[in-house]
C-alpha cells in the first residue's frame, strides 16, 4: 500500500530553520507530483510547494523566498527547507503525492512545526 512518511517537524524560534522530509513507499515516485500542505488550527489546508515529475515548483504566495521543495527519485524522498520561519508558520504540515489530477492524492500523516515567537 501507499505510504508517505513525514519527519523532521518540531518547535524552533522565529527566524530559524527546520527541513522536513517525507519518504514514499508503495508508488512509482518518480512520476507523481509531490507537495507540502499545511493545516493551522481553525483554518483550511493551503498548498505550501508542489515539485511534478520534471522538478517544476510552485510555492504558495508567504513561502516564496523562505522554502525550498526539492526531490530525491533515488531515495523516494521529497524535502521542504523552511527558513526565515515565523509564528504564522505554526502548523501540521502534510505531505502529498499525486499522480494527475483525474487520480486521488495519497496523504501522509503529518508533522507538527511549531515556531515560538
Known amino acids: 500500500q501507499v505510504q508517505l512518511v513525514e519527519s523532521g517537524g518540531g518547535l524552533v524560534q522565529s527566524g530559524g530553520s527546520l527541513k522536513l522530509s517525507c519518504a514514499a513507499s508503495?508508488?512509482?515516485?518518480?512520476?507523481?507530483?509531490m507537495g507540502w500542505f499545511r493545516q493551522a488550527p481553525g483554518k483550511q489546508r493551503e498548498l505550501v510547494a508542489l515539485?511534478?515529475?520534471?522538478?517544476?515548483?510552485n510555492y504558495g504566495v508567504s513561502m516564496r523566498g523562505r522554502f525550498t521543495i526539492s526531490r530525491d527519485n533515488a531515495k523516494n524522498t521529497v524535502y521542504l527547507q523552511m527558513n526565515s520561519l515565523k509564528p504564522e508558520d505554526t502548523a501540521v504540515y502534510y505531505c502529498n503525492a499525486r499522480y494527475d489530477l483525474s487520480s486521488p492524492p495519497y496523504w501522509g500523516q503529518g508533522t507538527q512545526v511549531t515556531v515560538s515567537s
Open positions: 508503495g508508488i512509482d515516485f518518480s512520476i507523481h507530483t
Open positions: 515539485i511534478n515529475s520534471l522538478s517544476k515548483i
